[in-house]
């Protein structure tokens, strides 16, 4: 939207200008980007905004306290945004907001209502409200930023010379439509606080949080220098997952962070060990175009913040449209169609990006929206694979539900999905994951504002009927109107290790979106606007945390490289993090003596030889073995070591 000019606030000795976001109706911008978790405080530069709710908004069930952690969510939702990455265009700012308090505002003058800024006037008095400072005012709606539009915010575009200057005075406003309406309450506070750090509007790229419809999640260098430069109360701490030049480090790194003492790196951010710090999600992708382009490459995505940064070749061009992670197998499965009515299906190490065909499977066309299954044991012979195939009826295209054995290739049509039929080949369900903890197929299907999910096996007769679970659910504090729109080309996949779904695809055009749901609660944890490209599959892996190739949710000691998982004791935590010897859980003086007597028989065969206290399982108790003792000893207890419940923590 154009500006409009403003008057001059106090101490500015040059004209400040109102930049809003707009809303763009249904098909763009409608989601906004959050966590579930926060990087190491103190960090470098925040922008510590103190909040004024209109006191119309505080009513019944929507108390000052639920107004205060709507805007704290939504705060970590923009903070996601400046300091994690979206990918290859985006720059990690090493710079974060914060909320230092949240009151209530009544109207100025009793002919001019604030509850919703329609004009000048009103926006004026919204000035003269709470001092000096960096203020936050959270309305019910917009219809005044200085132009035309009704945007979902606005804010005051100082004059950009005197940075930083902590005494300075700079105001914006959201309103709650950004959240109830569009689910961008986060991405809009982003944007408005980027006005007051002197950025402007931009029409290129489509991923750039300043875009004045739609609003996106990249920032250029320059822009994160001037949020930085533009914040007020700078303490010159590095983030937790920044190094001293403010560059992110990689992704599975420990770091510390204010709700867990075992956090992990993930595309900028530090964030909770067993939510989506702890995935990485393997695309199929085609990076040449935003849309469009082959799915013919695998492309590593941060499942917190969606950055991506790099991408590996599918041989001989192949273009895969279906994906799904096996934990017990650590493999990736894809799935791509060879011919009229056969496909075929590969295995990618997800280490090495090694790429297996496995063979062919005959009499299904345009497989997609693979998903795995591991059965009702741990033995492997009852592991299956499940697939969408094209299916005709009467010009109608359809979708049949495929069983695959992974090891045998044997297929099974297990039935009609007689849900979303179309006649365009591209519509239609196109995503499949399968939640192993609660036994739940689900599926996406073109632009469809639900998830669905499928029985699994199939009704009497192979009848697939699909049920889509409302929208309704797929909120967090509250359900807005619209807080979830579809996606086109929607892949889907299942993490073990986060117990949650993910959701990629497009809305309108070449705007790509990470979706997060609570596969519990199936509340959207994330909605991560990220550079674009073309999606073809996707599946979550867990982070290898410690690099000795041992996937985390099968690791027996997830900080310490230990590839052979040797675990004397058979207790579930490996010989390098466990020197609890008498399994009381801490590591303590008695430990200490055990270890003592077995340092000093050193060698196999010696009496007083432990096995357990043999580290490396060499048959040598030497100071390699001790500098492990010594780690746990001086932390207390053992591990860590992801257990069955998925919690990271110390060993039983």
Known sequence: MSPGRRRFPPGFAAPTWMRGIVPVGVMLGLLALSTPTRATSPSVSPHALTWFVHEDLVDGARTLSFWTSLLEQATEEANALLEGGQGPSDTVCCTRISVVSVSTFSNVDAARDLLTIDDEAEWDDLDTIGGTGARAFLVDSLNYCGGPGSPLGCAQLPACSVFPDT????????????????????????????????????????CSLMLAVGGGGCLTATECTDVGDAATGASGDVCGCHDPAQVKVDDGVSCTDSESSAGLCSGGMCGTSVTDAAVELTAAAGTAAPTGDATDEQIAVSGLTGDWTSSVAFPGGLAVEGMAYAPGRDLVYAVAPSGATTNDLYSLDPWTGVVTLLGSLSGFDDMVGLAFDPGATSDSSDDRLLALALHTVTGTICRDLVEIHPDTLATTDLGFVNTGCSSNPTSGFQGLAYDSKRQVLYATAFFSSQLWTLPYPCGDGGLCTATSVDDCELSSLECPDDNYLGRADPALAYSEASDRLYVMGHQSGNRLFLDSFDAGTLAKNTSTSIDPFSVGGLAARPVDRDGDGVADTLDNCTSIANAGQLDTDADGCGNVCDSDYDQNGVVGTADFAAFRGAFQAAVAGNPGFDPAADAEGDEVIGTSDFAFFRGQFQRAVPGPSLRADRTLSACP
């Open 167 to 206: 005494s300075r005075s700079s105001v914006l406003t959201v309103g709650v439509n950004a959240w109830e309406d569009y689910d961008r309450l986060g991405t809009t506070i982003a944007h408005e606080r980027g006005h007051n750090a002197c950025l402007v509007h931009v029409v290129a790229p489509s």
